[in-house]
């Protein structure tokens, strides 16, 4: 197993972004050519990127705005990582220096 850690800073509301990763929509507007979402516990989550590879997963845990964990994975054996082989857990937190407005 590898588990690997990233912290990003958004200039963003933590609604903002959860509803950018939740929402088929708005994955449209950055990472997405298309997009299948249902954000509920054991939904899918799939999009396809403009190159056409399509990544596939499964929404395991769902607390908005702060939280969100989904199985993740490429069709077609992509880079080696069928769908819903990996975990992606993300913890949205406001930046004590953050200024954004809601």
Do not use: K
Request: aromatic content about 8%.
């Amino acid at each position: 197993m590898r588990i690997v850690r990233y912290e990003i800073l958004i200039h963003a509301p933590a609604q903002t972004v959860y509803h950018h990763l939740t929402d088929p929509v708005a994955l449209l507007t950055w990472i997405a050519a298309s997009a299948e979402s249902e954000p509920i516990a054991g939904g899918r989550i799939r999009w396809t990127l403009p190159n056409g590879a399509t990544m596939h997963g499964r929404y395991l845990d769902l607390q908005p705005p702060r939280r969100l964990v989904f199985s993740y994975g490429w069709e077609d054996d992509l880079m080696g990582v069928p769908p819903e082989s990996t975990l992606v857990e993300i913890d949205l937190r406001t930046h004590p220096t953050a200024r954004c407005s809601p």
